[in-house]
Each structure stands twice: as C-alpha cells, then as structure tokens.
C-alpha cells in the first residue's frame, strides 16, 4: 500500500486536491471532516455526540476520531492506498495511524503539506462559507479552528519531518498548477 497525508490549515484546498489526486492515482480518499458531517447529516449516534463540538470549530477528542478512521480504512481491505485528509490533526493522532498501519505491514510513505498564508486561507473561507453554508465556516467559528490548527495540529508537522517524511507544496495560484506540484511529489514514490 502506498498511503499519504495530505496536510494543511483550513481552506488549504486538500479537498479540492484530494479529488483531484484519487481520479489520478486510484488511491482511496478519506477525509474525517466529510466522514463527520456525513454522520450529523444521517444523524447518527456519532453524529449527535459530535456536531456541537464541529460546529464550534473545535476538534473531535482523538479516540472518537481515531476508531472512526480505521473502521474506514478497514472496509477497503483491496486499497492500493489511501490519501487521508484531515487526519492526523493531532500527535496522538499520528502515533495512532503510524501504529495501526504497522499492524498491517504498511506506514505512511510521505506527508504533502499544502502551504497557504493566513491572508489567502481566510478570503477562501469567507468564499467557501457564502457558497455551502458550512457553519464552522463563520467568522467567530473559524477563529476558533485556526486557533486548535496552531495549539494542536501545527504539531503534527515536526512528528513527521522527524521522520523524514515531509514535503511542502506550495497551495497558492491555479488548482491545476498546485495538482502538478502535487504530482510531481507523489511521482517520486
Ligand atoms: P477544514 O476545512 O478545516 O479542513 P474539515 O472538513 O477537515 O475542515 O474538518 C471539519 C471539522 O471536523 C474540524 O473542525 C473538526 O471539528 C472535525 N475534525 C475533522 N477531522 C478531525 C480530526 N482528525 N480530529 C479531530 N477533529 C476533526
């Protein structure tokens, strides 16, 4: 399996990308942030415990997340690998996916972080929220998930350059001129 992270602050454009990428390379997708609100949207047991947690912009607690992502990664047991976004979000998070993968005889290959000044990530937003609506996409919402993006996940980054694992792609200009940088970085494995 060849499985990778795609990293990066809200409206970095890892959704945007990740679709991009699985049309390319076959890989699956899973993004916990969709997977959450596919639970609050078919409101199930999950989706009630955490949709005023995601609402407020603040993070789910690790072990909700984490039992989440690997019953996702286990209903595709044929994977050629898979591109998570959105996760890991937190150290203990990652230790967890570097673990499990572990346990299958896999790891992550590399972790693409797509770089975006806080200037262009918050006009995205302000654009993304008038388009869908998202909630945690308003002003007061949204500070307080760039404020949990710096307390919790910004560590996430050195975990893996320790690991000699990172790679940053800038994520500002064309969607298409992104993808190639992206490519180009995913090519070499
Ligand atoms: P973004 O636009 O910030 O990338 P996502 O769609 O990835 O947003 O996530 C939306 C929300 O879902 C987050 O603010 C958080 O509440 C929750 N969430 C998603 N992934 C995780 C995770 N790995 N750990 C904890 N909470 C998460």
């Keep these: 399996m060849l499985n990778f992270v795609l990293f990066g602050p809200p409206g970095a454009g890892k959704g945007t ?11 699956i997708h899973i993004s916990t942030g969709d997977l959450f609100r ?17 609402a ?30 959105g996760f890991p979000r937190t150290v203990p998070q990652a230790e967890a996916l570097d673990e499990f993968l ?16 806080q200037d262009e990530l918050t006009k995205r937003i302000a654009q993304r929220q008038k388009e869908t609506g998202r909630v945690d996409d308003q002003a007061d919402k949204l500070q307080k998930r760039i404020e949990e993006y710096f307390n919790k996940t910004v560590h996430v ?15 500002i200009g064309k969607i298409e001129d992104v993808f190639a940088d992206l490519c180009a970085v995913i090519d070499q494995y």
Excluded: R
């Excluded at 992550?108 to 972080?113: D, F, L, N, S």
């Design 17 to 27: 990308q990740s679709q991009k990428l699985i049309d390319k390379y076959q890989l």
């Design 38 to 54: 596919a639970h609050i949207k078919n409101q199930t047991l999950l989706g009630q415990k955490v949709s005023s947690l995601i």
């Design 56 to 85: 407020d912009g603040q993070l789910v607690p690790d072990a909700i997340t984490i039992a989440m992502l690997e019953e996702e990664v286990d209903k595709n047991p044929e994977a050629k690998g898979f591109i998570f976004d």
């Design 102 to 117: 572990e346990s299958k005889g896999s790891n992550i290959a590399g972790v693409i972080a797509l770089d975006v000044d």
């Design 157 to 171: 980054l050195p975990y893996y350059q320790a690991q000699g694992k990172l790679k940053k792609v800038n994520g």
